[in-house]
């Protein structure tokens, strides 16, 4: 009998929802499941997402045997092209569908080196060093995803990936309850289980249910229906297409992503579209209102998404119109509730119609609820369950549901984000060893480059703005001329002629006060304006601005 064991590393996606990607390793052999972005909060400004930290792998590239993607959507594959060619591009395996959306989103890299996928299905089983796998289909809201039977001597372990239970989905068959049941035979010794709706009783909506409701809208709609969703809910897109063929509306697809999952989607038959629904936007002002179906994204209210061209009026072809009717076909994510709120204003101002989940039941969620949960656990049987995908207190609410069905406090596993889990046979062991998650976070160009020192900054100049003070100083440290003071988004300078004259009249002290120092040290010189001014401000103000020193020479 082994004396290894088998250790999961989670480096993502255990305290947020996204960041996803799990280190598995083993008698020196690595596996790697998934690579996704998360996307930022409120309070990071120019961010445009964060990866996952792989500072752990450095030194191990070479052991990374492979690396398996559950399904296509970006908090599961949006690190790919950052970190892949930083861990000497190891093999990546996914389904067909999956890989043409990484193919897809890896073009926007310039100069970046092939990616080395291979593709596998639900049916494939794979050796990659010690580790043996299998695979499981799952219903998600996009296509082809999958479940991941991980074997090794110490251990087997069941990622569930994204999952629910959808037993009339569209366009695709329901999660393999039989598979899944046949693997818990053979002995699971950890289940690493989706948290995102573990808050949520009952079951998800199935998505025929979707459809029948959608169905309502369309036989009561006279006029030109406008359907928003998400690009990546491609079974959303293919019951919006066939209704769209059963009431005989032409349609017309807008927004960049969308038109991009569109193009894909047909390639691999993950949609089914008869020839000629589809047309150009350019006939949209040439058919009848009762003939148009425009699909778009930007129901969340994202300022450059293809809807809020058409509300603003920005949009080259389309325009709101009395009697039009919007359908946002999925649900706010948090903190978009007050942009959305100002959407539907401007389409009612203008004449539209908005319906949306609140109404009527036209979004299902692509995660297990609470009973589809138990439903998971009940079918793999481990010995311990390991909730995943989520913000702790998911992690924790999944881990009551285990609970329900008889496990014990040891037998549930809540990691946090780097704490290592070891599995070894009829034991799984929560270590107190952690490995660095810090963010990495992506902004334009730059990979990693900004700090929570410069995250800091931003974050005062966004709430409080900045106060500039420029110095004239000769090699003596005398100061030359008056010092010049530059508000930006903290007090409008010709109105604050009082506070303005204080900040100079303090600024001419710590310079008196410091002679010997504005001689010789500039930067130790600016370091004590900025303090001395930042709480005199805050003294004045009870705000904090971000103060900038700027010496000139002379």
Do not use: W
């Not at 070479?62 to 559950?70: A, E, F, L, P, S």
């Not at 009973?371 to 881990?399: C, D, Q, T």
């Not at 599995?423 to 900004?450: A, E, P, Q, S, W």
């Amino acid at each position: 009998m082994t004396n290894y064991k088998l250790q999961i590393v989670p480096l993502g996606g255990l305290e947020e929802i996204g960041r996803n990607m799990t280190v598995f390793e083993y008698r020196g052999d690595i596996l790697i499941v998934d690579m996704g972005l998360q996307f930022p909060e409120e309070d990071m400004p120019g961010i445009d997402y964060i990866i996952p930290n792989i500072e752990c792998l450095r030194g191990k590239e070479d052991r990374v045997k492979g690396v398996v993607i559950t399904h296509g959507h970006y908090d599961h594959i949006g690190a790919i092209s950052h970190l892949s060619p930083r861990l000497k591009n190891p093999p990546i395996y996914c389904t067909p569908l999956t890989a043409a959306i990484i193919q897809k989103r890896h073009e926007e890299y310039r100069g970046a080196k092939p990616l080395n996928i291979k593709i596998i299905t639900e049916e494939s089983r794979i050796r990659l060093g010690e580790f043996r796998l299998e695979f499981f289909r799952v219903n998600h809201n996009i296509p082809q995803g999958i479940g991941i039977l991980i074997q090794t001597e110490s251990g087997t372990v069941i990622h569930a990936g994204d999952f629910k239970f959808d037993f009339s989905p569209i366009g695709e068959r329901p999660i393999d309850v039989g598979k899944i049941a046949r693997f818990g035979e053979r002995g699971i010794d950890l289940l690493m289980t989706d948290s995102t709706n573990a808050e949520s009783p009952g079951y998800q909506i199935s998505e025929r249910g979707i459809e029948s409701e959608l169905d309502k809208i369309f036989a009561k709609t006279k006029g030109r229906l406008i359907v928003s969703t998400f690009s990546s809910l491609i079974s959303r897109l293919q019951e919006i297409i066939n209704l769209a063929q059963k009431y005989d509306r032409k349609v017309i697809v807008e927004g960049r992503s969308m038109k991009t999952i569109f193009e894909i989607a047909l390639r691999y038959h993950a949609l089914q579209v008869k020839r000629g629904t589809l047309v150009d936007v350019g006939r949209v002002n040439r058919l009848k209102d009762n003939k148009v179906l425009i699909l778009c994204t930007g129901a969340q209210g994202e300022g450059g998404a293809a809807l809020m061209r058409i509300v603003n009026g920005e949009h080259r072809r389309i325009r709101i119109k009395k009697g039009d009717t919007f359908v946002f076909s999925s649900s706010v994510i948090p903190g978009n509730e007050r942009a959305v709120q100002c959407l539907k204003d401007a389409i009612y101002k203008a004449g539209g119609e908005v319906i949306h989940y609140q109404m009527m039941d036209i979004h299902a969620g692509g995660h297990a609820k609470a009973e589809e949960l138990k439903m998971m656990m009940r079918l793999a049987r481990p010995k311990a369950v390991m909730p995943i995908h989520g913000n702790h207190f998911l992690l924790v609410s999944n881990g009551k549901i285990a609970s329900q069905l008889g496990y014990h406090n040891r037998q549930i596993i809540i990691a946090r984000n780097g704490q290592i889990v070891e599995v070894m046979k009829n034991r799984v062991n929560l270590t107190r060893k952690i490995v660095n998650t810090d963010y990495v976070m992506v902004d334009g160009l730059g990979v990693g480059d900004v700090s929570g020192v410069v995250l800091r900054d931003r974050q005062a100049m966004a709430s409080d703005g900045m106060v500039v003070i420029v110095l004239t100083m000769d090699r003596e440290g005398r100061l030359h001329g008056e010092p010049e003071i530059i508000s930006r988004g903290f007090v409008y300078v010709k109105g604050s002629q009082e506070l303005i004259g204080g900040i100079k009249r303090k600024v001419k002290e710590i310079i008196h006060r410091n002679r010997g120092i504005a001689a010789t040290d500039h930067d130790l010189l600016r370091a004590k304006l900025r303090d001395d001014i930042g709480q005199q401000l805050y003294t004045k103000t009870e705000r904090r601005p971000l103060v900038l020193p700027v010496i000139v020479k002379v």
